[in-house]
């Protein structure tokens, strides 16, 4: 990005495989939120009819939320890589953009989490000499994942400036 072009729309997707493993993610947190309300419902309750509807209408969001929000969240998140800087947007209602510039680059990190590598995933962590944070790139093809944080390296010991 040089000083006559404009930021654009990054380019980049995460990997197709992005939206299961968001998914599993999601039931993970979304599942038992809705098994305590029914249990809670069952227990504590005298069974109420209209309140057992109101926990199976929670119950059913919170699975249906589970379902949806990875889909939703795969068509908004964008990343790329230039040789000027690394740029990603996220959000639904809100885009929200994080810029760093090669020469503010400090360090370059892969993860994996367990369940990431039954997907095949990694994510590629940016951390630069800003207090505004990392600039995480998720749910990248591991192989894609270690290729950009090579590169991404290569730029940086190439690009002149002290990271601060």
Known sequence: MNATTGLRPPRNQA????????????????????????????????????????????????????????????????????????????????????????????????ARGPVQRLFGLADVTVTTASSAGAIKIEALDHELAAELAERLTAITQATPGDAT
């Open 15 to 110: 990997d197709p495989r992005a939206v299961p493993w968001w998914t599993v993610q999601w039931l993970i947190l979304m599942v038992p939120v809705a098994a305590a309300a029914v249990a809670a419902y069952w227990i504590l309750t005298e069974r109420p009819v209209l309140l057992g509807a109101g926990v199976a209408v929670f119950a059913a969001g919170c699975v249906a939320l589970a379902l949806v929000a990875p889909r939703a969240y795969y068509r908004v998140e964008r990343w790329e890589v230039t040789d000027q800087a690394v740029y990603t947007r996220k959000g639904w209602l809100t885009h929200t953009w994080k810029v760093a510039p090669m020469s503010r680059i400090q360090r370059v990190d892969t």
